[in-house]
């Protein structure tokens, strides 16, 4: 109860705190010394009361204090603390003050971590920072307190949606919103440097690691989710082409894109309006995802209710911030003298602009695969869906092409560059198309198609692998970075020629044989646990090669809200996943169970982490010599 | 000199001109070819072509549901229409009777629909609005 009125109060307080930030900053932008102190003791305090409030819900939650709105609607006593705490975030309110908490917290690292900066610059940045703050204010007390009170206080809350009690859900929100709030900083920081003239190379190396910071948490978020999608929703994969997915793949995009650009600003003026471009669309895009998902245009596990007033104040919010972005760019961006983008055409930066165009296709095919069905259904009462061939059909045959630029184009030098060591990689060209029809030869009907994706994949592999043992370690994490995208490729591509997979409805007792692989469900067994019943189901599966191994999938019924989720059973090893989920359907005898072999799982996930890892460490390695 | 820069910039304007087109004649036609349609049993009446992959949403009929092992069979209602499904293939954990099913697939006839995809929803009362719409506000 006080938990939740310390909470509420310390929001508004917060809001305060952001208008008086605001004067402040006005009044000290023409002054010519340093920036007032109580620039910092403000945005401090802003920081801290938003910790409070946050806090506050954690307790509420833990109390399972059922006065409150949020927690009535998204917790139960009989839940196990660790997803009472986690489901604080779980939820719209929460998780909108997760985002609050987020911005605020950045805004107040950039403050300090700026100091080398020019004084206006920075002003400008937290001004801009401060406008969408205060619009996030807004919109958490006006359209989504957490903090609301319900009279007469329930005895018991609803729930949470058991698909949402997992460990990986719990960690995937926070890391993923570091990325999409670290992108709001790209973007005011951006807008502040176009305003006062300063898009620099100095400039670069300051954003640049606002750039990698949100890259990583960006990718390594959307990867979580993946990975929980994999084994929680049992459609035995790992990405869906999901509207949801799309949303955060958008802002990853550009974001790519955008930290390619900042190398080439790093070292010579060009492409200045092109990268405040990029900023600019990377929180839209991001600020878009919230919008989509948070107002139940999408259907999805994210969507968690449909108010109106949300979606619209949201829109607004959107809107506004676009005609200030793009006024500003318009009447600011002057074609600076300095910049040149007349580029030699055999030069890295050439190539980074080829990143950039494909950057560019692969995110108009994710926009419009997904902003087409709700065009279509407001313009007329057609409702449609896009599937996965369409962006398998667009994305995959470019993907070859990309490669190849992107083995070679990190060997060229800056400005101007020769080709060099022709031989070695004639030599790695032949070894990658070899090596490929040699493995391809007999698992697949489609081979010249996947002889020339797959061996570009394998060239971008074996360049960088070299780069990474026998080249002296000029640029590790650049190497590390693509040295991943390729075991990433080459990881999907295999993983989805030589997946197999049986469907069938089996009874306890039953054998099932289909080719070479025996099936047998040998018995169900029932447990109690604190929220849920569970079915255990014991299978031992024989598979081609004469191995038995024995599998056990759940079922759980969740006490409240009354749920029943599988468990997928996974045996990861580290040249294939063995997945087997079931499902009990109409209280029959019969389950239905999914037996999947899919091979090179694990690195999929593997590469993910070492494409972030290559971002991370380009984050720490010292700064380049001059 | 000046002429050759000049040149090198059309073929470079051209060059991305020519790509864009192509890209956006590609997004739209592959488009066209991938689209599916989402359809209520009513619907389905009046449907003319018959043989493109559609989704049929609405409510799986009480009583409907028979299973052995090769497939499972139930009855999507509107509650004006119906229409017969024959699925074979992983079932979702919130499939059952009575509850909003969304199911993607090719008809047989007017009568028949053979799903080789039925859609989980994420949460007991969450309907997807397509369904709640197939139903009217039932």
Request: aromatic share 16%; glycine share 4%.
């Amino acid at each position: 109860m006080l938990a939740n009125q310390i909470g509420y109060y310390s929001l508004i307080l917060g809001l305060l705190f952001s208008f008086l930030l605001c004067v402040v900053l006005i009044k000290d932008f023409n002054n010519n010394k340093r920036i007032n102190w109580n620039v910092f003791t403000l945005s401090f305090l802003q920081f801290t009361f938003v910790v409070v409030s946050f806090l506050s819900l954690i307790l509420s939650f833990i109390n399972s204090d059922f006065s409150n709105e949020t927690v009535f609607n998204n917790s139960h006593t009989t839940k196990p603390l660790f997803y009472k705490i986690s489901g604080t975030w779980g939820n719209h309110e929460g998780s909108l003050l997760l985002w609050l908490l987020v911005l605020t917290l950045f805004i107040f690292l950039f403050l300090i971590k700026s100091s080398q900066q020019p004084k206006k610059y920075r002003i400008l940045t937290l001004l801009f920072q401060q406008i969408i703050i205060i619009g996030f204010f807004l919109f958490v007390l006006m359209t989504s307190n957490p903090f609301n009170y319900l009279f007469p206080i329930p005895k018991e809350g609803l729930g949470l949606n058991p698909i949402l009690q997992d460990p990986i859900l719990a960690i995937h929100p926070p890391i993923l919103y570091l990325g999409y709030v670290g992108s709001s900083i790209i973007f005011s920081s951006s807008l502040a440097a176009v305003t006062q003239n300063y898009i620099s190379k100095k400039w670069a190396l300051h954003i640049k690691k606002w750039v990698l910071v949100s890259w990583v948490f960006l990718s390594t978020g959307i990867m979580l989710g993946s990975i929980w999608a994999y084994y929680e929703l049992g459609w035995g994969g790992f990405w869906f082409w999901d509207p949801v997915e799309n949303i955060s793949l958008m802002p990853w995009l550009t974001l790519t894109a955008l930290l390619h650009c900042i190398l080439v600003l790093e070292r010579r003026i060009a492409l200045t309006s092109w990268i405040v471009i990029l900023s600019i669309a990377t929180f839209m895009f991001s600020m878009c995802g919230t919008f989509l998902v948070r107002s139940g245009i999408l259907n999805s596990v994210h969507t968690f209710a449909n108010d109106p007033a949300r979606g619209i104040f949201i829109l607004i919010f959107l809107f506004v911030l676009i005609f200030l972005s793009l006024g500003i760019f318009f009447l600011f961006d002057k074609e600076n003298n300095k910049s040149s983008n007349n580029f030699f055409w055999l030069s890295k930066e050439t190539f980074i602009l080829v990143n950039n165009w494909f950057m560019m296709y692969f995110l108009s095919v994710v926009l419009i695969g997904t902003v087409y069905p709700i065009f279509l259904d407001v313009i007329s009462t057609e409702k449609i869906s896009v599937g996965p061939p369409f962006y398998h059909k667009l994305i995959i045959p470019f993907l070859a092409p990309f490669l190849l630029f992107m083995a070679f184009g990190p060997k060229l030098k800056w400005i101007k560059s020769k080709i060099e060591n022709k031989n070695s990689l004639i030599i790695f060209f032949i070894i990658s198309v070899a090596l490929t029809f040699v493995i391809l030869k007999n698992i697949t009907t489609d081979l010249l198609f996947y002889t020339i994706l797959i061996s570009a994949a394998f060239f971008l592999f074996f360049t960088n692998l070299k780069e990474l043992f026998v080249e002296k370690f000029n640029n590790i994490s650049r190497v590390i970075a693509h040295f991943g995208f390729s075991l990433f490729i080459l990881a999907v591509l295999f993983n989805s020629i030589l997946s197999s997979e049986i469907i069938t409805n089996i009874k306890v007792g039953e054998k099932y044989n289909y080719n070479e692989t025996e099936i047998l469900f040998e018995k169900i067994e029932e447990k109690k646990e604190s929220n849920y019943k569970v079915i255990i189901g014991y299978f031992k599966i024989t598979g081609e090669n004469g191995k038995t191994i024995q599998l056990k999938p759940e079922l759980r019924i969740y006490n409240q809200p009354i749920i029943i989720t599988s468990e997928a059973d996974i045996k990861t090893t580290l040249l294939e996943d063995k997945f087997l989920a079931m499902n009990l359907v109409k209280n029959d005898e019969y389950f239905n169970i999914r037996y999947q072999v899919k091979p090179f799982m694990l690195w999929i996930w593997i590469s993910v982490l070492l494409i972030s890892l290559g971002g991370l460490m380009s984050l720490v390695k010292k700064k380049y010599a001059k | 000199m000046y002429g050759k820069k000049v040149k090198l910039r059309f073929l470079f304007l051209a060059l991305i001109l020519v790509s864009v087109i192509l890209s956006v004649f590609l997004i739209l036609q592959s488009l066209k070819d991938n689209v599916v349609y989402f359809q209520s049993p009513t619907e389905i009446k009046f449907l003319i072509e018959l043989d493109k992959k559609i989704r049929i949403g609405g409510m799986v009929k009480e009583q409907s549901i028979s299973i052995n092992s090769n497939e499972v069979n139930f009855i999507i209602t509107d509650f004006k229409n119906e229409i017969n499904v024959t699925y074979s293939g992983a079932v979702p954990n919130l499939f059952s009777e009575g509850k909003g099913v969304v199911a993607e697939g090719f008809l047989k006839d007017r009568n028949y629909f053979s799903a080789t995809k039925i859609l989980a929803k994420h949460d007991e009362n969450y309907m997807p609005p397509e369904v709640k719409e197939a139903i009217g506000d039932k």
